[in-house]
């Protein structure tokens, strides 16, 4: 095992739970130690449908899994990422996002070393780092999750950069609020993008196609080879199932979840509770397990996260529930601000009322400087924590 020298903690104390040599390398070493080591030529002959990799999910809703993705999978699912974004030598991709996830390996890493494209990387997102490397590599194509977009608008110097190189943005892993799209597209000048995917499908199911019609607020319509639909319907919202090329071998090690999550016909069940309009497009409601139960009332989360990313002073938002002794769970929404502005939660709260239903407006808002997120950027709800005056949910605050 080999690792830089600025990780050396977590690298040492992961060789020794997995009983394997760590060797630490300072930056100027990388080049020459690898030169050092005698190469194997010996081509290992694989089928396609071996494991290739074993990519573990970002556990927002419960604990990772280890999701198995086969030669063909990841082949063909880099072939489909490249054409959505037609990729060419000549394009530099910024990758903002892990190669250890779904999205940055086969969507950043695959597909631009398919194209032959230049894939430029950040050692972790920062809106003035990634700023700074479109403006001097001139990037073309910009890959990230929704909370990259709404800290790229929030910036408050990002009109100094250059940043017109930009002809394609790509969003994934969460749901993309409509008001962050469309103030981006407007603001730097390019496309952006929303596609669907999860670990378990290595991971592109679903995308607004470049050459066909774009709908804000849409994770777009199948990809080549893959089929989906709705499950237990009810009111026109049902969860997403997936059949394809892009569907896992299953969980590693994990059979009875495997058996729950893909039946025998080969579709998975995704967790992610959806809409479909006449087109074929399909629009995400929320995950299943984040939903929200008040007076028997369904609250979805992300419906109320899109009223409140209408406000101008907020950045981010995760509503989740709160229980609630006579009602089952209230509704709870935790607020992160941008920059400068300044908002109280009496007025966040006022300004989803007004355009929600009763029985869905938070009753409870508090203001934080940050929200807990994966290592990708997810906002990781079941991680939010409710203040005090908050968990007595009999008193509203």
């Given at each position: ?18 009983g ?14 690898p ?34 993705l ?25 990758g ?13 890493l695959?597909?631009?070393v ?10 972790r ?21 929704p ?17 017109g ?5 790509v969003s ?9 799209l ?10 952006l ?43 026109g ?13 299953g ?14 016909d ?25 939903m929200?139960i ?67 407006y ?14 990708t ?21």
């Amino acid at each position: 095992m080999l690792a830089r020298h600025d990780c050396a903690a977590d690298a040492l104390a992961d060789a020794a739970t997995a009983g394997t040599d760590c060797q630490l390398a300072a930056p100027c070493e990388f080049a020459t130690l690898p030169a050092a080591t005698t190469p194997r030529h010996r081509i290992v002959v694989r089928d396609p449908s071996d494991t290739a990799v074993i990519l573990y999910t970002s556990g927002t809703t419960g604990t990772p899994k280890g999701a198995e993705l086969t030669h063909a999978s990841l082949l063909r699912n880099t072939q489909i990422s490249a054409g959505l974004f037609s990729l060419a030598a000549g394009d530099v991709v910024l990758g903002a996002l892990p190669l250890f996830h779904s999205f940055g390996q086969t969507c950043g890493l695959n597909a631009s070393v398919a194209s032959g494209a230049c894939l430029t990387l950040v050692p972790r997102f920062d809106a003035r780092a990634v700023l700074d490397t479109i403006q001097a590599h001139r990037v073309s194509v910009f890959q990230g999750v929704p909370t990259m977009y709404a800290a790229l608008l929030g910036y408050p110097k990002r009109a100094r950069f250059d940043v017109g190189s930009l002809r394609l943005c790509v969003s994934g892993g969460s749901a993309l609020p409509a008001q962050v799209l469309h103030r981006f597209e407007a603001e730097f000048g390019c496309i952006l993008l929303e596609g669907y995917g999860l670990s378990e499908t290595s991971p592109v199911t679903s995308f607004n196609h470049p050459d066909q019609v774009r709908k804000p607020g849409s994770i777009g319509t199948p990809v080549d080879g893959v089929e989906m639909r709705l499950l237990d319907v009810c009111g026109g919202i049902g969860e997403i199932a997936i059949r394809g090329h892009n569907v896992m071998k299953g969980y590693w090690h994990r059979p009875h979840e495997t058996a729950a999550a893909i039946d025998a016909d080969g579709w998975f069940r995704s967790g992610d509770l959806a809409t479909v309009d006449q087109d074929g497009y399909y629009y995400i409601v929320d995950r299943k397990k984040d939903m929200i139960i008040r007076s028997g009332y369904n609250v979805y989360p992300r419906e109320i996260e899109d009223l409140l990313y209408t406000h101008p002073a907020v950045r981010e938002a995760a509503v989740v529930g709160i229980p609630h002794p006579e009602l089952g769970e209230e509704v709870g929404a935790a607020v992160a601000l941008k920059d400068g502005a300044a908002a109280t939660p009496e007025e966040l709260r006022d300004h989803v009322r007004l355009q929600a239903a009763a029985y869905k407006y938070p009753r409870h808002v508090w203001i934080v400087a940050e929200l807990p997120k994966t290592p990708t950027g997810k906002i990781l709800r079941r991680s939010v924590e409710a203040p005090a005056t908050a968990t007595d949910a009999r008193t509203p605050a």
